[in-house]
């Protein structure tokens, strides 16, 4: 049986998450303080033999891990589709009062029980991507990372038990890292 090591890393700081703006598939990029995150995201994990680096397609992300690629010499980053956050669908580019003036029964209903807006994508279909994409970071040799969104960190941390409850409530917040050993 082997270990793998896998740092899990939620993307910097972009306009839109200072704004409470739902990002989804949108591609914003990080601001100055997201920047920043990504410098100390580099330090916190510099050391750790870091080897590889995979990231979601989204330009946040991508930013998030060329910063860290560049500190810790890493010479390139895997992009990869199944890596992206989740689709919010009509709560996409909308800010949370935005929400909740146009779709205010879909924003209670999102508060009160974690359902879905229209046209978003549906919990088992992210969590079956982002274990794809987990997967194929995982194929290779040496300790890895990933740069992800907050929306798929935590689903995919939840549906593999490494977080406890099935909602929302896990604080991952921008620049967040997550140490993770797999048995292979």
């Not at 899990?8 to 998450?17: S, V």
């Not at 033999?49 to 980053?77: F, K, N, P, Q, W």
């Amino acid at each position: 049986m082997t270990i793998r090591v896998l740092y899990l890393a939620r993307h910097g700081e972009t306009d839109w998450n200072r704004e409470r703006r739902w990002q989804g598939h949108a591609d914003t990029e990080l601001n100055d303080v997201g920047r920043a995150q990504a410098e100390v995201l580099a330090k916190t994990i510099e050391g750790h033999g870091v080897a590889r680096i995979h990231t979601s397609d989204l330009r946040r992300a991508r930013e998030t891990a060329e910063i860290v690629a560049r500190r810790l010499g890493i010479a390139s980053v895997i992009s990869d589709t199944d890596l992206r956050e989740r689709n919010f669908g009509v709560f996409e580019g909308l800010t949370f009062a935005e929400c909740e003036q146009k779709y205010p029964e879909m924003w209670a209903r999102y508060l009160e029980h974690r359902t879905r807006p229209e046209g978003a994508e549906p919990d088992q279909a992210l969590v079956e991507r982002m274990r794809r994409g987990m997967r194929r970071a995982l194929d290779g040799n040496g300790t890895v990372l990933v740069v992800t969104h907050g929306g798929a960190m935590r689903a995919y941390l939840h549906a593999t038990g490494a977080a406890s409850a099935m909602d929302d409530g896990l604080a991952l917040p921008n620049g967040a890292v997550v140490r993770l050993e797999f048995r292979l």
